[in-house]
């Protein structure tokens, strides 16, 4: 059975790279690729990780000009109302109020040696953080349920973040915060996100956006390319089956943003953090690397600083660092801001992002969104209200965990509008999830919807309000805050004392390195590598095989990107 999955998927291989090659085809015989009729002819799009909306913008104090009224307003944050706090069950519910700062990496060794754990946010956890416990007539917590007795997701109160932390709601292999759960509630002071606030301030910050699903960083990602996860509702399954999913990659009933720019004749592309971006997860995006969508970050600005520049469509995936080190700091030395990390990395990449896109010769045109997958467990006060399902199927049952219907959206996350045609120190109260980004996009260039979901998503449309473009953007932004961490020690390598099992996370992106590594694998020896992928039980295993795949992918890298050199004209601009 190994055998014969192998040499469909081998099958399918050959038949996406000649579609990928009759599209090149037919797109030159057309006259090439189109450029969007509209003033916003490029949207870049950076999506960081795992950070909720008050625990990045909470006490930042932004007021502003309301985006449709034009009125005096202000960012619904820590600052107005309250008290905005949870109880602290280890303390006889003890309310505990937000406050900041916040550590800059949940990393950094604590007085007892240890440090924090990531809090958990798969969907049980979130369930939690979102409905609350109660208390039987003998002092006992009750944990809610999905579905609640109403065949649904449960009333809403954002009242139990430290609790979670604690631990009530973790399966086996997640770890608890059992030393200060409180610091969930720890939120960063203004000066510690110098150049997040600043772009809040400068452009417009939504206030009202929230992650797609009440669960963790997969099925929310998918959505932020296909308006839907697949029926996807938690971190994906072990793979001890040669699914399609493991063979191919994640495949949704009415494809990707990215088949929808290709059939209108639209370019598009994804900058590369690292050799394992996210995206790689979708079937046939292999192809698409063939056909030159995905570079690395490292030529993002000589690209957008090209003058024949003109993709209109750019998603940046962040560096996710060590995602399965010999360590034990996971998440550590990338620049996603993955809570384990330095936070300050994170301001760094979008600075950069920002200014190479504010110095380029396409500034006027473009429209960038910096928003994040989902909260990471962190604190948020407002409540995410109901929304559209996505209609389409469960493409994957395997990975459908809870039932859960999507009718309902996660916790709220930081996201900022950014272009020349934002009237400066917008707030805008609008309520947005992650498929608003893709309804935004159909909206620019005269795409169809792909799901409900974003057929009934509120778009960044009126926000583009100016007739010409601002000429007092700033060109820098301010030095990201100084930590007082070493890149080294977020860099280092220490081995590490045990090897436990791998978590839901971690196996998630050893499926996009085996992705990688079987795209690359002869016919015949599929079969084999499908096995060895299947025998990964450990943190050592995973993490042999994905400085495999990595030395193998960066050694491709570098043999193609010396033939593209020598073969390249003198003073040549790149594509």
């Known amino acids: 059975m190994v055998a014969l999955r192998a040499a469909w998927s081998w099958v399918f291989d050959r038949f ?6 009759l599209r090149c085809s037919v797109r030159s015989l057309s006259g090439g690729n189109r450029i969007p009729p509209g003033p916003i002819k490029h949207v870049f799009v950076l999506v960081l990780e795992n950070r909720s909306f008050d625990h990045m913008l909470g006490f930042a104090d932004i007021s502003g000009k309301d985006a449709l009224t034009g009125l005096p307003t202000h960012v619904d944050d820590l600052t107005r109302g309250g008290p905005h706090a949870n109880p602290d069950p280890n303390a006889g519910d003890r309310r505990v109020a937000a406050s900041s700062p916040a550590a800059f990496s949940l990393a950094q060794t604590r007085a007892d040696g240890t440090h924090a754990p990531d809090p958990a946010h798969e969907f049980d956890q979130v369930l939690l953080q979102l409905g609350g416990y109660s208390r039987d007539g003998s ?13 649904d997701y449960p009333a809403i109160h954002n009242s ?34 110098p150049v997040l606030v600043a772009l809040a301030k400068e452009f417009a910050v939504c206030d009202r956006w929230f992650s797609s699903v009440p669960g963790p960083t997969w099925p929310n990602r998918f959505f932020l390319h296909a308006a839907s996860s697949g029926g ?30 290709e059939n209108s004749h639209y370019d598009w592309k994804v900058f590369m953090g690292d050799e394992f971006p996210q995206v790689f997860a979708i079937r046939g995006m292999t192809a698409r690397r063939l056909e030159g969508h995905f570079r690395r970050f490292g030529e993002f600005a000589a690209a957008v600083n090209d003058p024949e520049f003109s993709t209109p469509y750019v998603f940046i995936e962040p560096n996710y660092g060590n995602v399965l080190p010999t360590t034990l700091k ?3 030395g990338g620049d996603s801001q993955h809570p384990l990390d330095d936070i300050t990395s994170g301001e760094r990449l979008v600075k950069q992002v920002y200014e190479t896109i504010r110095n380029s010769p396409h500034w006027n045109e473009s429209l960038l969104l ?65 498929s608003s980004l893709l309804a935004t996009v159909e909206s620019l260039f005269g795409l169809e919807p792909l ?21 007092d953007a700033p060109i820098s932004l301010p030095d990201p805050a100084d930590s007082g961490i070493p890149r080294d020690q977020m860099d280092s390598a220490e081995d590490s004392s045990g090897d436990g099992s791998l978590t839901a996370i971690q196996r998630a992106f050893l499926h996009v390195a085996f992705l ?28 042999g095989f994905m400085q495999e795949v990595h030395g193998r992918m960066s050694s491709l890298y570098l043999r193609a990107k010396s033939r593209r050199d020598s073969e390249k004209p003198t003073g040549a601009r790149r594509a």
Do not use: W
């Open 16 to 21: 996406r790279l000649l579609l990928a090659e």
């Open 139 to 151: 002092g006992a917590i009750i944990l809610p349920t999905h579905p609640d007795p109403r065949g």
């Open 160 to 193: 139990v973040f430290i609790a979670s932390y604690l631990g009530l709601a973790n399966p086996r292999g997640i770890e608890p915060n059992t030393t200060d759960p409180e610091s969930i509630m720890r939120c960063f002071a203004p000066e510690q996100v």
């Open 232 to 261: 996807l509702d938690d971190s994906p399954s072990g793979f001890q089956s040669a699914t399609a999913s493991l063979l191919d990659g994640y495949h949704f009933d009415n494809g990707t943003i990215y088949d929808r720019l």
């Open 330 to 332: 996971d998440f550590t």
């Open 370 to 434: 910096v928003t994040y997958d989902e909260h990471g467990g962190f604190f948020d006060h407002v409540p995410p209200p109901r929304t559209a399902s996505p209609g389409d199927s469960i493409v994957c049952p395997e990975n459908n965990h809870h039932g859960f219907g999507f009718r309902q959206l996660g916790v709220r996350v930081p996201a900022i509008a950014i272009s020349p045609l934002i009237p400066k120190n917008t707030v805008d109260h609008t309520t947005y999830d992650h």
């Open 451 to 471: 799901t409900r979901r974003d057929a009934a998503a509120s778009t960044l449309d009126h926000l583009l309000s100016l007739e010409a473009p601002r000429k």
């Open 516 to 543: 990688r590594h079987y795209r690359r694998t002869s016919l015949f020896r599929k079969p084999a590598a499908i096995r060895a992928f299947q025998r990964i039980k450990f943190l050592s295993q995973a993490n």
